[in-house]
């Protein structure tokens, strides 16, 4: 089982990006659904997640910008960002709570990071 993240990049402030994380292997269920992001010096921080049955929560810090959605025939969550601020800048990192298929095995996987860069 694999998480690729697409999406990042450079953005002036107050514009938008959508950042998006395919999981792809042997799946069975893909339950929890988050995305984090680290910017340099900081720990990493939990920016928003979504369950299997959609109900979504976020960080204070973007509350009313940003927006997680999935689509589960794809194995993809999305992340619509707006409104972007400079404190953005981060490393944007999926992870998921993926039920493998055949083994049954449950664990979480994480994607390889996508660069979003805020500035003018």
């Known amino acids: 089982v694999q998480l690729q993240a697409f999406g990042g990049g450079l953005v002036q402030p107050g514009g938008s990006l959508r950042l998006s994380c395919a999981a792809s292997?042997?799946?069975?269920?893909?339950?929890?659904m988050v995305w984090y992001r680290q910017a340099p010096g900081t720990q990493r921080e939990l920016v928003a997640r979504?369950?299997?049955?959609?109900?979504?929560n976020y960080a204070d810090s973007v509350k009313g910008r940003f927006t997680i959605s999935r689509d589960n025939a794809r194995n993809t969550v999305y992340l619509q960002m707006n409104s972007l601020k400079p404190e953005d800048t981060a490393v944007y990192y999926c992870?998921?709570?993926?039920?493998?298929?055949?083994?049954?095995?449950?664990?979480?996987?994480w994607g390889q990071g996508t660069k979003v860069t805020v500035s003018s």
């Open positions: 292997g042997s799946i069975f269920r893909i339950n929890e």
């Open positions: 979504i369950t299997s049955g959609g109900s979504a």
């Open positions: 992870n998921a709570d993926i039920t493998q298929a055949g083994t049954w095995i449950r664990k979480d996987y």
